[in-house]
């Protein structure tokens, strides 16, 4: 049996969960996320446990086990504490400021570059350091994704913008001939 699948997932207080036969809704302090049931799973609510349980031992079913039981545990999470992604900004120049409701990065090009946030992100800035965040873990990791795609580090100077926690491989660059 599956070491995750099995773990049943503790509801804390102030979280509802409903469960129908095509989708599961998880309504907390902080918002209200939705995930579908995915056919060969069975979740069931047992006192203050979220249960998940798989049909039969086919490979299919034993791989959406564990997958589905950690999709859960991330929407209680997510609706309770949520979810945060940090990214630094390095090199000379490079700026990014709140516009609105957007962001304004200054990253070397001839124009600024604006990046818009979806609805249910925010974003903080301290400094080159901004903060994502929200209460779906796969929303704020697409976006943290799609921001530091805009400049990706470079190997030898460690220019652009990197995870907080990513450590940049640096090369030595030209080696000049040796006479």
């Known amino acids: 049996m ?28 902080k918002g209200t996320l939705k995930q579908f049931t995915m056919p060969g799973v069975t979740v069931s609510q047992e006192d203050s446990n979220l249960v998940v349980t798989r049909d039969n031992d086919e490979p299919k079913n034993r791989a959406k086990h564990g997958l589905m039981r950690a999709l859960l545990n991330n929407l209680v ?6 979810f945060s992604k940090k990214l ?12 609105g409701a957007d962001l304004k990065f200054n990253l070397g090009f001839s124009h600024d570059v604006i990046f818009k946030l979806p609805a249910g992100i ?30 990706k580090p470079e190997p030898y100077k460690g220019k652009g913008i990197k995870y907080s926690d990513e450590r940049i491989v640096r090369k030595s660059g030209k080696s000049g001939k040796d006479k």
């Open 2 to 29: 599956s070491r995750i699948g099995k773990l049943p997932i503790a509801i804390p207080s102030g979280v509802t969960i409903t469960v129908d036969p095509d989708e599961i809704t998880v309504a907390g302090p």
């Open 77 to 82: 999470n997510g609706v309770t504490t949520g």
């Open 88 to 99: 630094e900004i390095n090199g000379v120049g490079y700026r990014v400021a709140m516009q």
């Open 122 to 151: 925010t974003a903080t800035i301290e400094q080159n350091t901004v903060t994502v965040t929200g209460i779906d873990k796969q929303q704020v990791g697409q976006v943290a994704a799609e921001i530091r795609a805009l400049k």
